[in-house]
Nanobody, 112 residues
């Protein structure tokens, strides 16, 4: 059974940093790409970054490029999202995703 469990969200002031984690199980981690999405209140879910666990290639949405860094640790079956220079508009529930599987999400709130 595929499971994705996010952690690391919280309340931070604008300009601060957080690191989110996505612990994965139930599949061959190295064979897949994992993505981070976010959904702000009243808005559609937005894809913000993804990483291929086979070759380490990464992609970022323009809204987070240069501020967020995605990485993975295959030995721990975990994907991270380092978020720096946070802005109030980054406030959202953050989810990790594998194909059709989703975690439960973790809330990130950035105060101005």
């Amino acid at each position: 059974e595929v499971q994705l469990v996010e952690s690391g969200g919280g309340l931070v002031q604008a300009g601060g940093s957080l690191r989110l984690s996505c612990a994965a199980s139930g599949f061959i981690f190295e064979d897949y790409a994992i993505s981070w999405f976010r959904q702000a209140p009243g808005k559609e879910r937005e894809g913000i970054s993804c990483i291929s666990n086979s070759d380490g290639s990464t992609e970022y949405a323009d809204s987070v490029k240069g501020r967020f860094t995605i990485s993975s640790e295959n030995a721990k079956n975990t994907v991270y999202l380092q978020m720096n220079s946070l802005k109030p508009e980054d406030t959202a529930v953050y989810y990790c995703n594998l194909v059709t599987y989703w975690g439960q999400g973790t809330q990130v709130t950035v105060s101005s």
